[in-house]
């Protein structure tokens, strides 16, 4: 898939950072469970920023960087679950497992039935499962930026991209995304560099069964994202 020359920057709080979407891990950042509307919709080229909120696990951290991520690569949910089989096989999550990067696995639909893929034993449960399903695509990059529970502060001539309460910005971001892709650029990370650990590792490492938690926040988000679509602003 070629490269955007107007790439677009979807901007959006992350309520829950659990550290399966976005899914920072492996050497690739990938978003392929809630956003559904930004998943059906982004290309490559396109950056996906989540901005933290104020009633994070960690506290107040609105107007900070959670992650950031360029596109390189956009494939359909069912060739994500093929590509996960041949080359990143720890994405696909293994819920029992004592590390917390193998049981955040965001490959989570098994699609050796095309028809009728089902959900493996994860942070979502069948809840979530049509919301999934309806973002069509999985959204891969190997140029990101992920700070988790260190996040980093917009400059104020930024602040324009944030997106306050559910849903998500991208037409009314078009004047700052040459600005906010120097910034992100320049701050002196490595690319595809993890800086941080997800707000809630430390929640989901002590759930024995599904997280409701995660489940329950990720279907509301979804919901809301659906109802608001692209914003037109």
Same mark, same amino acid.
């Given at each position: 898939m070629e490269l955007e020359d107007n790439p677009s920057l979807y901007s959006y709080c992350i309520p829950i950072d659990d550290g399966a979407a976005p899914n920072p891990y492996w050497g690739i950042c990938t978003l392929t469970i809630c956003k559904p509307v930004i998943r059906?919709? !982004? %290309?490559?080229?396109d950056w996906v920023v989540?901005? !933290?909120s104020k009633n994070s696990p960690i506290g107040d951290i609105s107007n900070h960087v959670v992650y950031a991520m360029k596109i390189t690569k956009v494939i359909s949910l069912q060739q994500y679950d093929t590509f996960c089989e041949k080359n990143y096989p720890n994405k696909r999550p293994n819920w029992y497992s004592r590390k917390f990067m193998i049981?955040?696995? @965001?490959?989570? /639909?098994d699609?050796? @039935?095309?028809? #009728?893929?089902k959900i493996r034993k994860s942070v979502h449960t069948e809840k979530n499962k049509e919301k999934d399903l309806s973002? %069509? #695509? !999985? *959204?891969?990059? @190997?140029?990101?930026? /992920?700070?988790? @529970? %260190?996040p980093i502060p917009l400059p104020d001539i930024l602040k324009a991209i944030i997106k306050e309460g559910q849903g998500h910005k991208s037409t009314s971001n078009k004047p700052y995304i040459n600005d906010f892709i120097d910034w992100i650029e320049n701050l002196g990370y490595e690319i595809n560099s993890i800086n941080g650990?997800?707000? *809630?590792k430390e929640e989901i490492m002590k759930i024995e069964d599904v997280c409701s938690m995660c489940s329950n926040g990720h279907y509301d988000e979804a919901i809301k994202d659906e109802e608001i679509g692209l914003d037109k602003c």
């Open positions: 059906r919709v !982004a %290309k490559v080229g989540g901005i !933290a049981r955040v696995g @965001d490959c989570i /639909y699609f050796s @039935d095309e028809s #009728n893929p973002g %069509k #695509n !999985a *959204l891969i990059s @190997d140029h990101f930026y /992920y700070f988790g @529970d %260190k650990e997800p707000q *809630l």
